[in-house]
């Protein structure tokens, strides 16, 4: 009884949440503990710092002046541009950060849409220049687990513009619940139970595209052809311990294709994925 009434008094969790509008998406961050406060805080120092450094449209940040041929990167910076070269081997090329020019030309950046014709691709695609869109949300994800393992707190579930980062457990000790959200609709097609400091990213052809004359093109592309790819799949989840691999490779198991990317899982003990394809069928 005695038990009972001081856990029927114990004082509820501290709890933070904050939206913010960081990386050209929202971001929801949800902490729990002690230090949820410092630590929110110090999350979204990290966010905006990140999107200062790493931004493709701010002629201050970082990956311009890369891209000018100026700036120098700190070591932690450099390390974060080793392991996405890494990881562009890792997958034979298919994330390819240095992907900018033939971003640029379909519109992407500044939503200018426009298709490109053949010969300024084949241009665009000689010219090497950083773009870490497709990596860095991730890499957030990653850095925010650190940042988290200093505070006293015991959970935490963020999401980075759709890149799930969980942090712990929930309350009642079982795992988070992430919906994977289907491609055709509002609702989701199943959840993924996760638990501890986990990445769940997805990246599918429904997020940003546009159509001309009847056609879709969206933003994830063949760095062989620099073309949106069109190999029957609708969108592909990692789960991850790591968040940058994860979202590296989200968009290279989408650029392999579901053969090529099945293979890469099975020579790999670092993540799982869900293939959602365009007739309907999973693969889990
Ligand atoms: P999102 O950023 O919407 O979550 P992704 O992680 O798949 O989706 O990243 C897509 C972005 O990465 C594109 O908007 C573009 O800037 C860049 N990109 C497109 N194709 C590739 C590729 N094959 N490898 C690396 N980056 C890419
Ligand atoms: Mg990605």
Same mark, same amino acid.
């Given at each position: 009884?005695?038990?009972s009434?001081?856990?029927?008094?114990?004082?509820?969790?501290?709890?933070?949440?904050?939206?913010l509008?960081?990386?050209?998406?929202?971001?929801d961050?949800?902490?729990?503990?002690k230090?949820?406060?410092?630590?929110?805080?110090?999350?979204?120092?990290m966010?905006?710092?990140?999107?200062?450094t790493?931004?493709?449209?701010?002629?201050?940040?970082l990956?311009?002046?890369l891209?000018r041929?100026?700036?120098?990167?700190?070591?932690?910076?450099?390390?974060?541009?080793?392991?996405?070269?890494e990881?562009?081997?890792?997958?034979?090329?298919?994330?390819?950060?240095?992907?900018?020019?033939?971003?640029?030309?379909?519109?992407?950046?500044?939503?200018?849409y426009?298709?490109?014709?053949?010969? !300024?691709?084949? /241009?665009? +695609?000689?010219?090497?220049?950083? %773009?870490?869109? #497709? *990596?860095?949300?991730?890499?957030? &994800?990653?850095l925010?687990?650190?940042?988290?393992?200093?505070?006293?707190?015991?959970?935490?579930?963020?999401?980075?513009?759709g890149?799930i980062?969980?942090?712990g457990?929930?309350?009642?000790?079982?795992?988070w619940?992430?919906?994977?959200?289907d491609?055709?609709?509002?609702?989701y097609?199943?959840t993924?139970a996760?638990?501890?400091?986990?990445?769940?990213?997805?990246?599918?052809?429904?997020?940003?595209?546009?159509?001309?004359?009847?056609r879709?093109?969206h933003?994830?592309?063949?760095?062989?052809?620099?073309?949106?790819?069109?190999?029957?799949?609708?969108?592909v989840?990692?789960?991850?311990?790591?968040?940058?691999?994860?979202?590296?490779?989200?968009t290279?198991?989408?650029?392999?294709?579901? !053969?090529?990317? /099945?293979? +890469?899982?099975?020579?790999?003990? %670092?993540?799982? #994925? *869900?293939?959602?394809?365009?007739? &309907?069928?999973?693969?889990?």
């Open positions: 009884l005695i038990l009434l001081l856990v029927g008094c114990a004082p509820k969790e501290a709890s933070a949440q904050k939206s509008f960081c990386m050209d998406t929202v971001m961050l949800q902490i729990w503990g230090d949820c406060q410092e630590a929110l805080q110090a999350l979204e120092t966010l905006l710092e990140l999107e200062k790493w931004s493709v449209s701010d002629h201050n940040s990956l311009s002046a891209n041929g100026e700036g120098k990167p700190n070591g932690e910076q450099q390390a974060f541009m080793e392991k996405a070269m990881l562009h081997s890792r997958t034979n090329g298919a994330f390819d950060p240095k992907l900018h020019h033939v971003v640029a030309l379909w519109g992407f950046y500044d939503k200018n426009r298709v490109p014709d053949p010969q !300024e691709l084949a /241009l665009a +695609l000689q010219e090497e220049a950083w %773009d870490m869109g #497709a *990596v860095v949300k991730g890499y957030a &994800g990653l925010s687990t650190q940042i988290l393992d200093r505070y006293e707190v015991s959970r935490a579930i963020l999401n980075l513009g890149n980062q969980t942090y457990q929930k309350a009642d000790g079982t795992d619940n992430i919906g994977i959200q491609p055709a609709g509002e609702g097609v199943g993924l996760v638990s501890g400091a986990m990445a769940v990213v997805t990246s599918g052809d429904y997020q940003r595209y546009f159509i001309e004359d009847d879709l093109y933003h994830i592309l063949d760095p062989k052809t620099g073309i949106p790819v069109n190999n029957g799949i609708n969108s989840t990692v789960i991850c311990a790591d968040g940058t691999v994860a979202d590296a490779l989200s290279a198991l989408f650029v392999m294709g579901l !053969e090529d990317g /099945l293979r +890469l899982w099975q020579r790999s003990e %670092d993540f799982e #994925a *869900v293939f959602l394809m365009k007739n &309907g069928t999973i693969y889990a």
